[in-house]
């Protein structure tokens, strides 16, 4: 096998590989030779048939895969020896292409963008800013009271129901003037506007008080998951015992236990836990916003290219997608990448190959347990169809990519910080939410 360099410009390469006859033949003898115990041929045993009627029988058949498997090897060893690393798939093309014949060398031209070699970093000027913010007294009273509406509890009035009011009912359901399973309750605690009967039936009751006697009249829709009643017309005699006005639970011990926690001091602390949580994760951004900045302007090599251009137009779409957010998939017309979209692709390539380095060299990994609680936190944006979505991420190497790369990228900046001199600042919620909003406009 020979390997000649054809191309060596900046980050670009090109080799031409030749496999000559003799070795492709030698791979061929090789795996009849390693199938030949396995096969069996009319006059011969199993495992005893000659070598020469094997290569002509099966010969044209393995050639292929030996061919491949020759040129696999070659790269493979060039890539151990050069110590390049392709940006992309390297381009591999035949050069006889459908001239070649059997008993010719096989030559093949090999061209890629390699990744830059990226130098050691000092990183021990980088200087971060952390804001932190405290709940305050008033943003946890809010968040209380948000509580409280939604324990809400029910206390009987005088007058005509409301939206939003509560009807105790009991009902009987009927299908031409038959009753249907299913379709009778008593003492049934209703809430107005809550869409939890079929549509229609809710809005017909608004007006009715204690002691009113009201059939409904409704018509069950035709996805109906009962088949015998799908697209049905139904009459609901209903008798309405009570009517019920919401009323905000009271903020206090009894409130904290609907929550789980033994009294509101406990309740308010984890309130505060919670909120200061949100409020790090946000001043985390900033920071890390802070942190890349400082890193763009530490460093400066070369860059693929085809990285670069990739990096550009799926920002372009990106862009485009976020401003036209009622078009779905490719439908859409040409997408123009512009020098801003360039300029964005060359930071963010940049940063991204110089991130993986520090974190290989730093030898930073994913664990299982991290990645599968991501995979896990993503599968609940799909109720109901969590198992199908884990087996999509175990089946898709691609989707597996895109969730371990942003695991990957904040462990590299964790560990980057945890280097970095630091220092805090406390804020307000306010001054927090200007700094994200000027990140969103960047």
Known sequence: MQVTETLNEGLKRGYQITITAAELDAKVNAKLKESQPEIEMKGFRKGKVPMALLKKQFGPRVLGEAMQDAVDGAMNEHFEASGDRPALQPDVKMDAGEE????????????????????????????????VVKASDKEVDDALANLAKTAQNFASKDGAAEDGDQVVIDFLGKVDGEPFEGGAAEDYPLTLGSGSFIPGFEEQLVGVKAGDEKNVEVTFPEEYGAENLAGKAAVFECKI?????????????????????????TL??????????????AARA???RGLLDQLDSLVSFDLPPSLVEAEAKQIAHQLWHEENP?????????????????????????????????????????????????????????????????????????????????????????????????????????????????????
């Open 326 to 442: 009622d078009v779905h998939g490719h439908d859409h017309p040409q997408i123009d990448v512009t020098d801003e979209h360039t300029t964005l692709a060359v930071r963010r390539v940049r940063l991204g190959l110089l991130l993986a380095d520090i974190g290989q060299k730093q030898e930073l990994q994913v664990s299982d347990a991290e990645f599968t609680q991501a995979v896990m936190t993503q599968a609940r944006q799909y109720p109901g169809q969590e198992r199908q979505f884990f087996e999509f991420v175990q089946q898709n190497p691609q989707m597996r990519q895109q969730i371990q790369a942003p695991l990957f990228e904040d462990k590299v900046v964790d560990w980057i910080a945890e280097q970095a001199d630091v220092t805090e600042k406390e804020i307000s919620k306010e001054e927090l939410e200007k700094a994200v909003e000027a990140l969103d406009e960047e």
């Open 100 to 131: 070649w014949k059997e008993g010719d060398d096989v030559v093949v031209t090999m061209t890629y963008e390699a990744l830059p070699v990226i130098a050691e970093t000092d990183l021990s000027g980088v200087k971060l800013e952390k804001l």
């Open 241 to 265: 015992k009570e009517v019920k006005a919401p009323a905000d639970a009271e903020i206090d011990d009894e409130l904290a236990k609907k929550f789980g926690v033994e009294d509101l001091a």
């Open 268 to 281: 308010k602390g984890q309130i505060a836990e919670r909120l200061e949580a949100e409020y790090a994760g």
């Open 286 to 288: 900033v920071m890390k």
